[in-house]
C-alpha cells in the first residue's frame, strides 16, 4: 500500500548528539514536509521540499537540516544546536502545490526525547 | 501571530449529540481551508476540506461551514460517536497554492462520552 513512512517511532538522545529521523514516501508525491507538534500547539513548519534537490525553511528552521537526493526521502537532522529537540515530528508529502487537487498525507509520527 | 485559531483547546459532547468544532482565521489570503482529525502517538489523517468559492461542504455525517466575511469555519459532527474521540485541527493555505504546506491550529481535543 501507498504511503509515508516515519522511522524511528520512538527515539532518545542525549543532549549534544546529532540524531536522524527518516522519511519515505512511496505515493510519487513531489512536495514533502516536516512538521513539529508540542503539547498543546498546533503543527509547526521546520522544513519544506517542493522539488528533489531542493528544500526551505519553514517556521522553526534553526537548529534543524535536511537533504532531499530523491523523491521519495526526506531525512530530517536534529542537531546540538536545537535548544528544545523534545517533541513530536511529523512528516508529510503532498501531490500537488496547488491545495485545491489535494491535501497533506503525513506519517505515523516520531517522538523524540533528549535525556 | 497565530493565523488560524482554535480557540477551544477541549470539548465534550455527549454520544449522539452533535459535535461542532469553530476555527477562527486572521489572514484574508486563505482560501482553502482543511480539517484533520488525529489519535494520539499517530500522524494526522485528512478528514474534510472546503474553498473559499463555497460555504459548505458535506461528507456524510461530517459539515464543514465557512463564513467568510467573518473569517470563521466550522466542522460540524453528526451524530457524534465515540471514535470521533480525538484532537481536530483546522488548518489553511492561501490563495495560489500552498508550497510551503498548510498553517494549523492549536487544535481541539473532543472527547465524546457514552
Known amino acids: 500500500d501507498g504511503g509515508i513512512t516515519q522511522s524511528p517511532k520512538y527515539l532518545f538522545r542525549k543532549e549534544g548528539q546529532n540524531v536522524t529521523l527518516s522519511c519515505e514516501q512511496n505515493?510519487?508525491?513531489?512536495?514533502m514536509y516536516w512538521y513539529r507538534q508540542d503539547p498543546g500547539q498546533g503543527l509547526r513548519l521546520i522544513y519544506y521540499s517542493q522539488i528533489v534537490n531542493d528544500f526551505q525553511k519553514g517556521d522553526i528552521a534553526e537548529g534543524y537540516s535536511v537533504s532531499r537526493e530523491k523523491k521519495e526521502s526526506f531525512p530530517l537532522t536534529v542537531t546540538s544546536a536545537q535548544k528544545n529537540p523534545t517533541a513530536f515530528y511529523l512528516c508529510?508529502?503532498?501531490?500537488?502545490?496547488?491545495?485545491?487537487?489535494?491535501?497533506?498525507?503525513f506519517g505515523e509520527g516520531s517522538r523524540l526525547t533528549v535525556l | 501571530d497565530q493565523q488560524v485559531k482554535q480557540n477551544s483547546p477541549s470539548l465534550s459532547v455527549q454520544e449522539g449529540r452533535i459535535s461542532i468544532l469553530n476555527c477562527d482565521y486572521t489572514n484574508s489570503m486563505f482560501d482553502y481551508f482543511l480539517w484533520y482529525k488525529k489519535y494520539p502517538a499517530e500522524g494526522p489523517t485528512f478528514l474534510i476540506s472546503?474553498?473559499?468559492?463555497?460555504d459548505k461542504n458535506e461528507d456524510g455525517r461530517f459539515t464543514v461551514f465557512l463564513n467568510k466575511s467573518a473569517k470563521h469555519l466550522s466542522l460540524h459532527i453528526v451524530p457524534s460517536q465515540p471514535g470521533d474521540s480525538a484532537v481536530y485541527f483546522c488548518?489553511?493555505?492561501?490563495?495560489?497554492?500552498?508550497?510551503?504546506?498548510?498553517?494549523f491550529g492549536k487544535g481541539t481535543h473532543l472527547i465524546i462520552q457514552p
Open positions: 505515493l510519487n508525491h513531489d512536495a
Open positions: 508529510a508529502s503532498s501531490m500537488a502545490l496547488s491545495w485545491a487537487a489535494g491535501e497533506l498525507f
Open positions: 472546503i474553498s473559499s468559492i463555497k
Open positions: 488548518a489553511a493555505s492561501e490563495a495560489g497554492g500552498g508550497a510551503d504546506g498548510l498553517t
